[in-house]
């Protein structure tokens, strides 16, 4: 079992930037790949991002490639999600994923564990 705790969320103005942090607890000792998804109002829930166990291998959706970064710190069991030049249709609830493997994964149904979401407002 692995628990996931998003933070780091919050109003920002377009063109602005904001860190999301996602902290693991649990199995964290086994090797696990980790993911950010995000569900904008009224939407489905979309990948965004994801990184393998080393840090080696990153893949980012269309959307937020050249403005967001993804990145890991295994020492404390914690992953980041840098967001630069935010736009208004970035505004969602962004959530963080866990799986066990090494490799980076892209869909949701490659993760069993889930963070609660934190929520990101861009004004225009």
């Known amino acids: 079992q692995v628990q996931l705790v998003e933070s780091g969320g919050g109003l920002v103005q377009a063109g602005g930037s904001l860190r999301l942090s996602c902290a693991a607890s649990g199995r964290t000792r086994s090797s696990y790949a980790m993911g950010w998804f995000r569900q904008p109002p009224g939407k489905e829930r979309e990948f965004v991002a994801a990184?393998?166990?080393?840090?080696?291998?990153?893949h980012y959706a269309d959307s937020i490639k050249g403005r967001f970064t993804i990145s890991r710190d295994n020492a404390k069991n914690t992953g980041y999600l840098q967001m630069n030049s935010l736009k208004p249709e970035d505004t969602a609830d962004y959530y963080c994923a866990t799986e066990f493997g090494t490799q980076a994964f892209d869909h949701l149904y490659q993760y069993t564990y889930w963070g609660q979401g934190t929520q990101v407002t861009v004004s225009s």
């Open positions: 990184i393998s166990w080393s840090g080696d291998i990153k």
